[in-house]
């Protein structure tokens, strides 16, 4: 079998049936599709029963221990030659296995086959469009630098759990993800380099990406991101790099150009105060222009401007936390939301 298609899973029936769907609809591929369930209260058990006999189906239940153990587990399971590790919230266009097959064959020869690689993600017409918005926050040159699979970065490319793929001797070589909760799947790549591995982009591998499904919801989810840099930087020294450092250099621009136009406001210089807002007015006039282009929307425009000043404040923010905790009090790992993440 030369894929195994592995799929942590926590309290999400629903996304895992259209994610199942978007597998019983591939074009082509030899695969097995592993769904572990993370110790979840609300279980897809029954749906998976529902594709037994349209997929090479695998269903396990263990108790909660995050994604990438989870990963781990289903790894352990299973029976392909290459590992396509990706998230319950993805939706696979007709032709991703097939897309897959053709970039590894164009890329890899003889001797050195291609080791590991990823994809981009992109928002579905179906998504709603704070969803939309915030896949524009999350892959929009002007928030990200395009380092998440954009034809334009800012720094090399660590393909991500929502849409990885490694060849199972190399992912038990590593011994597969840490226990790290968040940041765990940029680890993961970081140690397949030092392993001596280059990771691909596969641009035509892509996959539909719904995120999270409200702003508060990805305030959490950026805001752990921001103090898991600090922590991959800790594990891995030398990656920080200065496309990391934007968000938090952003923030604190956001928060003095705010500090210093209530001064101004306060001592009646409504005009100082608006110089100081204008570059934050210039790009959010960017944001919405670009985002209304590209999504055709002027609504998905006007929300990725909030979306946008979401990712880069909640990034920012987390990294400063954890700057402060870990590299000024030397404190251990640490993370935001335990328990409300997901809520």
Not at 269 to 289: D, E, N, R, V
Request: aromatic share 12%; hydrophobic share 40%.
């Amino acid at each position: 079998m030369k894929y195994s298609v592995i799929v942590p899973v926590y309290n999400r029936p629903d996304e895992v049936a259209e994610l199942l769907e978007s597998l019983a609809a591939q074009s082509s591929g030899d695969f097995e599709v592993i769904i572990v369930e993370d110790g979840s209260t609300v279980d897809c058990r029954d749906v998976c029963r529902s594709y037994e006999d349209r997929l090479d189906l695998k269903y396990f239940a263990k108790p909660n221990s995050g994604p990438g153990q989870s990963r781990n587990y289903g790894a352990e399971r299973a029976l392909g030659d290459y590992l396509l590790v990706v998230d319950s919230d993805v939706v696979l266009p007709h032709d991703y296995i097939k897309a897959v097959d053709e970039a590894l064959a164009s890329g890899s020869n003889d001797t050195t086959p291609i080791a590991a690689f990823g994809g981009p993600d992109a928002a579905h017409p179906a998504f709603t469009p704070v969803q939309k918005a915030i896949s524009y926050s999350m892959t929009s040159f002007f928030t990200t630098g395009g380092i998440r699979g954009g034809k334009k970065k800012l720094d090399k490319f660590y393909p991500r759990s929502f849409n990885m793929g490694i060849r199972a001797d190399v992912y038990r070589q590593l011994g597969g993800f840490t226990r790290m909760r968040f940041g765990e799947d940029i680890d993961f790549s970081y140690r397949i380099v030092e392993a001596g591995y280059e990771p691909q982009l596969f641009p035509g591998a892509w996959v539909w990406h719904k995120r999270r499904t409200d702003f508060r919801k990805f305030w959490r989810q950026v805001y752990n991101s921001g103090i898991a840099r600090i922590n991959l930087e800790k594990r891995h020294p030398g990656t920080l790099k200065l496309v990391h450092l934007l968000p938090t250099v952003f923030t604190l621009g956001v928060a003095t150009l705010l500090l210093l136009a209530v001064v101004l406001l306060a001592v009646g210089c409504w005009k100082g105060a608006l110089a100081a807002l204008s570059p934050l007015l210039l790009y959010s006039i960017i944001i919405f222009a670009d985002s209304s282009l590209a999504s055709k929307s002027l609504k998905v425009g006007l929300l990725s401007v909030p979306a946008a000043f979401i990712q880069l404040t909640g990034y920012g923010t987390g990294f400063i936390e954890s700057w402060w905790k870990r590299s000024v009090l030397g404190k251990d790992e640490f993370q935001a939301y335990e328990k409300t993440f997901y809520k």
